[in-house]
């Protein structure tokens, strides 16, 4: 994101003090914008009813119940991402430094599209214009508007990007882009600028969803990168707080390797 503002202040400074500039500046198209906010009708509401409901709690579908088998692959896991030989070089290049803690060990989320793969509930909220995900998972909040708006030609980069959605029948398709530099496809595996993930949100049954997600990023795939997740919903679950830096005790020295400090487990975070 501060990456994108100053290449806009920087462009902004060679408009301002070229004549060529400002000819350029004037015959640019200018991008769309999102629709003005409005209060909802009636008649909004009553098409929201309309659609498929997928309001409420949900958990990716791992065959033990809540707490259990989350260790394991959700069904439908893919193979991997196919990777370009520059992107197979950076993979081996960081497995090859033995990282052996990510980020998310020390709270900073995972980002798209890992975040939507993450072993703890989510709930849906549909609104007129406007789906919101509440993923318990780093206390994290996806919005995706489906309002009518365009994707941004120029997106902020933010770690879930910016998403747009549309129902094509009883299937909400949702395009996003715009992702900050510190996400990843996969472990180990950096994108590109130019990522773009779609997914697809639909009801088997009253009580499960299936959502396929496909990746593409001509600098770092050679193929779209598919992959399948089931959730069941949980009709009398609520999402329950996720302070991730609570009483955290992992850390990583100055040579990469993690560890835990176990001195005060149990005890308030000083």
Same mark, same amino acid.
């Given at each position: 994101?501060?990456?994108?503002?100053?290449?806009r202040?920087?462009?902004?400074?060679?408009?301002?003090?070229?004549?060529?500039?400002?000819?350029?500046?004037?015959?640019?198209?200018?991008?769309?914008?999102?629709? /003005? =906010?409005?209060?909802?009708?009636?008649?909004?509401?009553a098409? &929201?009813?309309?659609?498929?409901?997928? #309001?409420? $709690?949900? @958990?990716?579908?791992?065959?033990?119940?809540?707490?259990?088998?989350?260790?394991?692959?959700?069904?439908?896991?893919?193979?991997?991402?196919?990777?370009?030989?520059?992107?197979?070089?950076?993979?081996?290049?960081?497995?090859?430094?033995?990282?052996?803690?990510?980020?998310?060990?020390?709270?900073?989320?995972?980002?798209?599209?890992?975040?939507?793969?993450?072993?703890?509930?989510?709930?849906?909220l549909?609104?007129?214009?406007?789906?919101?995900?509440?993923i318990?998972?780093?206390?994290?909040?996806?919005?995706?508007?489906?309002?009518?708006?365009?994707? /941004? =030609?120029?997106?902020d980069?933010?770690?879930?990007?910016?998403? &747009?959605?549309?129902?094509?029948?009883? #299937?909400? $398709?949702? @395009?996003?882009?715009?992702?900050?530099p510190?996400?990843?496809?996969?472990?180990?595996?950096?994108?590109?600028?130019?990522?773009?993930?779609v997914?697809?949100?639909?009801?088997?049954?009253?009580?499960?969803?299936?959502?396929?997600?496909?990746?593409?990023?001509?600098?770092?795939?050679?193929?779209?990168?598919?992959?399948?997740?089931?959730?069941?919903?949980?009709?009398?679950?609520t999402?329950?707080?996720?302070?991730?830096?609570?009483?955290?005790?992992?850390?990583?020295?100055?040579?990469?390797?993690?560890?835990?400090?176990?001195?005060?487990?149990?005890? /308030?975070a000083?």
């Amino acid at each position: 994101m501060v990456e994108t503002r100053v290449r806009r202040i920087m462009t902004a400074v060679v408009i301002a003090i070229s004549p060529i500039g400002v000819i350029a500046a004037f015959a640019q198209t200018p991008a769309p914008k999102p629709p /003005p =906010p409005k209060s909802p009708t009636a008649a909004d509401w009553a098409a &929201v009813a309309k659609l498929p409901d997928f #309001t409420g $709690v949900w @958990e990716l579908s791992f065959g033990g119940g809540r707490g259990g088998g989350r260790g394991a692959a959700p069904g439908g896991a893919p193979q991997g991402p196919q990777l370009t030989t520059a992107a197979t070089a950076k993979r081996k290049q960081l497995q090859s430094e033995a990282r052996e803690d990510n980020q998310t060990a020390n709270c900073l989320p995972p980002g798209m599209p890992g975040i939507m793969g993450q072993p703890y509930p989510m709930e849906f909220l549909m609104t007129p214009g406007l789906v919101t995900i509440v993923i318990e998972a780093y206390t994290q909040v996806r919005h995706i508007y489906t309002d009518g708006r365009a994707l /941004p =030609p120029d997106p902020d980069l933010k770690f879930h990007g910016t998403s &747009v959605g549309r129902w094509e029948g009883d #299937t909400l $398709v949702v @395009e996003t882009v715009g992702f900050s530099p510190l996400t990843e496809i996969a472990a180990n595996v950096p994108h590109g600028d130019k990522m773009r993930i779609v997914e697809r949100f639909r009801l088997a049954d009253p009580d499960t969803m299936t959502i396929q997600t496909t990746v593409t990023d001509p600098d770092v795939l050679t193929a779209p990168y598919t992959s399948a997740r089931t959730l069941k919903r949980h009709r009398t679950w609520t999402i329950a707080e996720y302070i991730c830096e609570e009483n955290n005790r992992n850390f990583v020295d100055e040579k990469g390797k993690a560890g835990i400090n176990l001195n005060q487990a149990g005890a /308030p975070a000083k």
